[in-house]
């Protein structure tokens, strides 16, 4: 016998003492392995593309000595400000973009974080236009889903982009601020009101 000499009550006990260790590492491996497969490709709901003052797609005079207030058709939530969308009801499509790629800009206040999603549900319909690996997408379903803005810490930064809609349609974005609840809103995109 390998325990030649050590009492089988020991054996049990040491048994036991090692189980919570093993129990952990084992639900530590399942956690790694859940992580890695929610953890979903970026601009996904699981795992939104990431935009700070750092790696924006562009930097632009003036800004960080200018202020903007807001107009009544802009959307408005929290830090974040999307200059004129909410008239994008009543317009047409052409005026802001073609191939259903709208183009419009994001302001998010200075030193705040806000994260823009879209629900699942529409996905095939509708996608975020703002980092430069989304500009390639060929569908909505190829863009990104969900983006998070983080300001410059010393300025409102401006973030180029826009959406891509497949057809004239309303759709819901999902806006979380840090320490917020989230703030769900209706967009029409060149279909009348919501």
Not at 11 to 26: E, F, K, M, R
Not at 41 to 62: D, M, Q, Y
Not at 121 to 147: I, Q
């Amino acid at each position: 016998m390998i325990f030649k000499g050590v009492r089988r009550g020991s054996i049990w006990a040491a048994l036991v003492a090692l189980l919570p260790s093993l129990t952990a590492c084992a639900a530590g491996e399942a956690d790694a392995r859940t992580a890695a497969q929610t953890s979903g490709r970026p601009g996904s709901l699981e795992n939104p593309r990431v935009l700070n003052c750092a790696n924006r797609n562009g930097e632009f005079a003036g800004e960080k000595t200018a202020s903007r207030a807001a107009a009544p058709d802009d959307l408005v939530v929290g830090p974040l400000l999307i200059p004129g969308l909410l008239a994008w009801g009543e317009a047409r499509a052409e005026q802001y973009g073609s191939d259903h790629k709208f183009k419009v800009g994001a302001l998010v206040r200075k030193g705040k974080t806000v994260t823009v999603s879209i629900p699942a549900k529409f996905h095939d319909s509708a996608g975020l236009l703002y980092s430069e690996p989304s500009r390639n997408a060929r569908t909505p379903a190829e863009a990104d889903h969900s983006v998070s803005f983080t300001a410059c810490s010393d300025h409102d930064t401006i973030f180029v982009g826009g959406f891509y809609v497949k057809e004239p349609r309303c759709v819901p974005l999902e806006f979380r601020v840090p320490g917020e609840p989230v703030v769900r809103r209706e967009v029409s995109f060149f279909n009348g009101a919501c």
